[in-house]
């Protein structure tokens, strides 16, 4: 059994009507608890609350007044792939040796979330998939969301060669030295962070496996799925040119994908 100390990064977008606070209580009490069965050394859950405009932050401290496990990170600047990267930072100035995040909305719970952490074993990182053997979907996806799933995890593993099956589920788990070997080489804010992030630890020669897990879609996003794809499939041609021998022969298309990009904003 793992006996490491675990940080877990929840980003936190206008998750107030969502009960972030229900949340991170959850979270705490669940890990509290393997601290006592000394399955962890330790744990903290690292909240970074950013671009919001409801009370999310009001509901983060009150939570925070009753658990000293409980951090907070507030920043203006929004993007889930930047208050990941920030906490990524934050985590590794303390003594943790597992470092992951977790989307606020429960998608993941927090017991299919534990399941990173006990099979992490010799790997340098996990990260849950939705579409791997055994992985369950609640409810199931319909038939014009898996298409465009599929149709841009193909995209994806043709462009970077990269093995997995699923890159944007939100939870992945790393240990500490990989992480604090290419952190300060992430850029993307947005929907290619998860992309970026895999391709960096690949290219560095670390060892990700991916496992199966439950996930059940949460109401209240608000999400647009088509535009987060077409943004997500548009900084991966980004990634793709600016690592390729060939940029400048690619500049063109990096300068139409850098368009496109600015007009979905």
């Given at each position: 059994m793992p006996k490491e100390k675990i940080c877990t990064i929840i980003p936190a977008h206008n998750e107030a009507e969502r009960g972030i606070d229900k949340t991170l209580k959850r979270y705490l009490k669940f890990f509290k608890k393997k601290k006592q069965e000394r399955k962890i050394r330790g744990f903290e859950i690292l909240?970074?609350?950013?671009?919001?405009?409801?009370?999310?932050?009001?509901?983060v401290r009150k939570v925070k007044k009753l658990w000293k496990e409980l951090r907070i990170l507030v920043f203006k600047k929004g993007g889930k792939g930047f208050a990941v990267t920030e906490g990524f930072k934050d985590a590794l100035k303390r003594d943790n040796d597992l470092i992951g995040f977790v989307d606020a909305d429960e998608a993941t719970s927090v017991e299919e979330y534990w399941k990173l952490i006990e099979n992490i074993k010799e790997a340098e990182g996990i990260i849950a998939s939705?579409?791997?053997?055994?992985?369950?979907?609640?409810?199931?996806?319909?038939?014009?969301?898996?298409?465009?799933?599929?149709?841009?995890?193909?995209?994806?593993r043709g462009l970077l060669f990269l093995p997995?099956?699923?890159?944007?589920?939100?939870?992945?788990?790393?240990?500490?030295?990989?992480?604090?070997?290419?952190?300060?080489?992430?850029?993307?804010?947005?929907?290619?962070?998860?992309?970026?992030?895999?391709?960096?630890?690949k290219k560095a020669g670390y060892k990700i496996i991916e496992f199966p897990t439950i996930w059940k879609d949460v109401a209240g996003s608000s999400l647009n799925v088509k535009k987060a794809s077409t943004q997500a499939l548009l900084a991966v041609t980004h990634l793709r040119i600016v690592n390729s021998p060939f940029k400048k022969i690619l500049q063109p298309i990096k300068s139409f994908a850098a368009f496109i990009w600015r007009k979905l904003q």
């Open positions: 909240v970074v609350v950013n671009a919001c405009k409801d009370n999310t932050e009001e509901l939705r579409y791997a053997r055994g992985a369950i979907m609640m409810p199931k996806q319909s038939l014009k969301r898996r298409i465009i799933s599929r149709a841009g995890n193909f995209y994806i997995f099956k699923d890159t944007q589920c939100g939870a992945k788990v790393f240990k500490r030295e990989p992480l604090k070997t290419i952190v300060h080489d992430l850029g993307m804010s947005q929907w290619g962070f998860d992309v970026e992030l895999l391709y960096k630890l």
